[in-house]
């Protein structure tokens, strides 16, 4: 399960813009219905309750519809959306919102955790989150917005990016073991080893994984357990896609690199 460098034959990214107008240490960059959506941590520090996090709006045309959509937020990251509404992680709290006028929901506090991450939906009326720094991942109904506790083990060994297969698998970045997870059923089945630092994931509706390695600069594929670079990155952080384009934040230049995947 090593790591093959070079690109791969089957995928191939052209860049077609760099976004980086109004963005101050983008985390995360999803889309939502033809738009794209970015949070930014604001000062980069990524646990400090400082208040200057906000969620930039932009077109997949790289224009900027609106700087602050959500402003007055901590260190927002992973963004997901389920039942119309947009969910962010922002340290220990889950921040629920309307997509289309940045109105606040909900905030959901999140007692025990440290350093929520990303957020993930499973299309089954459960939003997810992870908890980097305690090994949890919870479990939040999008209705009632009920908290539960779906995993905590030291083998996730620091969870940050999840995602699920379309059979409903979640597939979880180790960032502290440097390893893709899958889990199903509460057991545990690692994909590939040998990353740095795993940061985002996201599965194609192929089941291909592509990950974003902070530390290695990397955008990684990994299909059938085989695992190859597909580009170089600055510290890609939470990655997201739609309509065959991938958004990469890269926090410390204050940019998304935004290319089209061709298959």
Not at 35 to 48: A, C, E, R, T, V
Not at 52 to 63: F, V
Not at 152 to 175: C, D, H, N, Y
């Given at each position: 399960?090593?790591?093959?460098?070079?690109?791969?034959?089957?995928?191939?990214?052209?860049?077609?813009?760099?976004?980086?107008?109004?963005?101050?240490?983008?985390?995360?960059?999803?889309?939502?219905?033809?738009?794209?959506?970015?949070?930014?941590?604001?000062?980069?520090?990524?646990?400090?309750?400082?208040?200057?996090?906000?969620?930039?709006?932009?077109?997949?045309?790289?224009?900027?519809?609106?700087?602050?959509?959500?402003?007055?937020?901590?260190?927002?990251?992973?963004?997901?959306?389920?039942?119309?509404?947009?969910?962010?992680?922002?340290?220990?709290?889950?921040?629920?919102?309307n997509?289309?006028?940045?109105?606040?929901?909900?905030?959901?506090?999140?007692?025990?955790?440290?350093?929520?991450?990303?957020?993930?939906?499973?299309?089954?009326?459960?939003?997810?989150?992870?908890?980097?720094?305690?090994?949890?991942?919870?479990?939040?109904?999008?209705?009632?917005?009920?908290v539960?506790?779906?995993?905590?083990?030291?083998?996730?060994?620091?969870?940050?990016?999840?995602?699920?297969?379309?059979?409903?698998?979640?597939?979880?970045?180790?960032?502290?073991?440097?390893?893709?997870?899958?889990?199903?059923?509460?057991?545990?089945?690692t994909?590939?080893?040998?990353?740095?630092?795993?940061?985002?994931?996201?599965?194609?509706?192929?089941?291909?994984?592509?990950?974003?390695?902070?530390?290695?600069?990397?955008?990684?594929?990994?299909?059938?357990?085989?695992?190859?670079?597909?580009?170089?990155?600055?510290?890609?952080a939470?990655?997201?896609?739609?309509?065959?384009?991938?958004f990469?934040?890269?926090?410390?230049?204050?940019?998304?690199?935004?290319?089209?995947?061709?298959?």
């Amino acid at each position: 399960m090593g790591i093959t460098a070079g690109i791969v034959a089957a995928f191939t990214l052209i860049l077609l813009f760099n976004l980086n107008q109004g963005l101050k240490y983008p985390e995360s960059s999803q889309c939502y219905k033809g738009k794209l959506y970015i949070s930014n941590i604001g000062n980069p520090l990524p646990d400090k309750k400082d208040g200057n996090g906000y969620i930039t709006l932009a077109d997949l045309k790289g224009n900027i519809l609106k700087r602050e959509l959500i402003s007055g937020l901590n260190a927002p990251k992973g963004i997901s959306f389920a039942d119309g509404k947009l969910f962010v992680a922002d340290i220990d709290t889950v921040v629920v919102a309307n997509p289309q006028n940045g109105k606040i929901l909900k905030k959901i506090k999140i007692p025990q955790a440290r350093f929520l991450y990303d957020t993930a939906y499973d299309g089954k009326g459960h939003v997810y989150v992870s908890d980097t720094q305690t090994n949890t991942i919870y479990r939040i109904d999008t209705k009632t917005y009920k908290v539960s506790l779906f995993i905590k083990s030291s083998e996730l060994q620091g969870p940050k990016g999840i995602a699920f297969t379309r059979s409903g698998k979640m597939i979880v970045a180790s960032w502290g073991g440097g390893k893709i997870i899958q889990i199903e059923h509460n057991k545990f089945k690692t994909l590939t080893t040998g990353l740095v630092n795993p940061n985002g994931v996201i599965v194609l509706d192929d089941n291909t994984i592509l990950i974003s390695d902070f530390s290695a600069g990397a955008i990684y594929k990994l299909k059938n357990g085989r695992i190859e670079r597909l580009t170089l990155s600055s510290a890609p952080a939470d990655i997201g896609y739609c309509k065959d384009k991938l958004f990469i934040p890269e926090p410390f230049l204050n940019n998304v690199k935004v290319f089209e995947l061709k298959r």
